[in-house]
């Protein structure tokens, strides 16, 4: 069983800055591709950022050059450091972990991310 506990969501002004934060447990978190997703009102969760346990790392097209995906295997931790954020940003941010033995997806809770204008 894995578990991942997000933090770092809350409220920020557009053009402001934010890093969320996973940590992991209960997995060789070095194996894990690691992922951030979002969910806003209305609309399905979408693919933010990911890492894979060699290091790459892809974007969704929304927020390339603005967000950065990073991980710490000593610390099994993955951030997302968020800069200049959009009102359009406003989302739950979910950390995503792929365990490829056995093949399984664990979800974090959430945290609240919303960005005013």
């Known amino acids: 069983q894995v578990q991942l506990v997000e933090s770092g969501g809350g409220l920020v002004q557009a053009g402001g800055s934010l890093r969320l934060s996973c940590a992991a447990s209960?997995?060789?978190?070095?194996?894990?591709?690691m992922g951030w997703y979002r969910q806003a009102p209305g609309k399905q969760r979408e693919l933010v950022a990911i890492?894979?346990?060699?290091?790459?790392?892809n974007y969704a097209d929304s927020i390339k050059g603005r967000f950065t995906i990073s991980r710490d295997n000593e610390k099994n931790t993955v951030d997302l450091q968020m800069n200049s954020l959009k009102p359009e940003d406003t989302a739950v941010y979910y950390c995503?972990?792929?365990?490829?033995?056995?093949?399984?997806?664990?979800w974090g809770q959430g945290t609240q991310v919303t960005v005013s204008s």
């Open positions: 209960g997995s060789i978190f070095r194996l894990n591709t």
């Open positions: 995503k972990a792929v365990v490829p033995v056995p093949r399984r997806d664990y």
């Open positions: 890492i894979t346990s060699g290091g790459s790392t």
